[in-house]
């Protein structure tokens, strides 16, 4: 996964930093101004997904756009099969799941973050997987912090939300190295993220390192993953019950 790549941001379009599906009058008008199409919600917590905590789990590449290679295994399968680990973690623990693919389907950037803003997410792991570094890498938008607003620019939507993100980040953060496992904290620019409308971190999984407090372990552990899932879903059960969480 490349995460530090810059991309052109265009400066127009706007959409509205709070919005519900509620609002479907005016999707069509949304889906022209913000030139993407209308996305679908997936079955996963969908029924629910308006009227309770909501996290989105967003499994990164998919279709077309296979990911890094890890060993025999393409990036995309492996964060769609984590993607349904977490998913199942959480609805264990009463959290409504949306997730942004449920197969090997294609999803641009700009259908992804559309997927969270319909869900008026509280909160969204964006999830890869990458075969160099150690333990945990979690990544919040590089933009810098502005003030909520009726209407913010598509690309950069996520300003709004930085100083929520960085939080829920630190909450993360503290899980993962409860659970023994070493993290490392970045910004960058995130096509997806930087227009999402609610609190998201990138979660970049990569094998773990021995250490003094712990084993080596690869991506294929299934320990490991065990491990780093459950200190995500402990991760986002302690945002649901803190103000922060709140939308």
Not at 28 to 45: E, K, Y
Not at 174 to 184: C, D, E, K, L, R
Not at 204 to 225: F, I, M, N, R
């Amino acid at each position: 996964m490349s995460l530090r790549m810059r991309i052109p941001r265009p400066q127009f379009f706007a959409t509205s930093w709070r919005r519900t599906v509620g609002a479907a009058a005016c999707s069509g008008a949304f889906a022209v101004l913000m030139g993407v199409g209308p996305a679908s919600l997936p079955a996963q917590g969908a029924s629910d997904a308006f009227q309770h905590f909501v996290v989105v789990i967003d499994a990164a590449h998919g279709g077309d756009d296979s990911g890094a290679r890890l060993g025999s295994e393409a990036e995309k399968a492996y964060t769609l099969a984590f993607s349904v680990r977490l998913r199942s973690l959480l609805a264990a623990r009463g959290v409504s799941v949306v997730t942004t693919r449920e197969s090997d389907a294609t999803i641009d950037a700009d259908h992804r973050a559309d997927i969270a803003n319909r869900a008026t997410a509280h909160a969204c792991l964006s999830l890869h997987a990458s075969e160099s570094g150690n333990g945990i890498h979690l990544f919040v938008s590089s933009l810098a912090p502005v003030q909520p607003a009726h209407f913010l620019p598509w690309r950069t939507a996520q300003a709004a939300w930085i100083t929520r993100s960085v939080s829920l980040a630190g909450i993360i953060n503290s899980a993962i190295n409860q659970a023994g496992i070493s993290v490392t904290l970045g910004r960058s620019v995130l096509p997806a993220v930087d227009s999402m409308t609610c609190p998201a971190v990138v979660i970049e999984v990569a094998p773990l390192q021995a250490s003094s407090d712990s084993k080596p372990a690869s991506l294929d552990d299934q320990d490991y993953q065990a491990r780093v899932a459950g200190a995500l879903a402990a991760a986002l059960v302690e945002w649901r019950s803190s103000d922060r969480g709140g939308r």
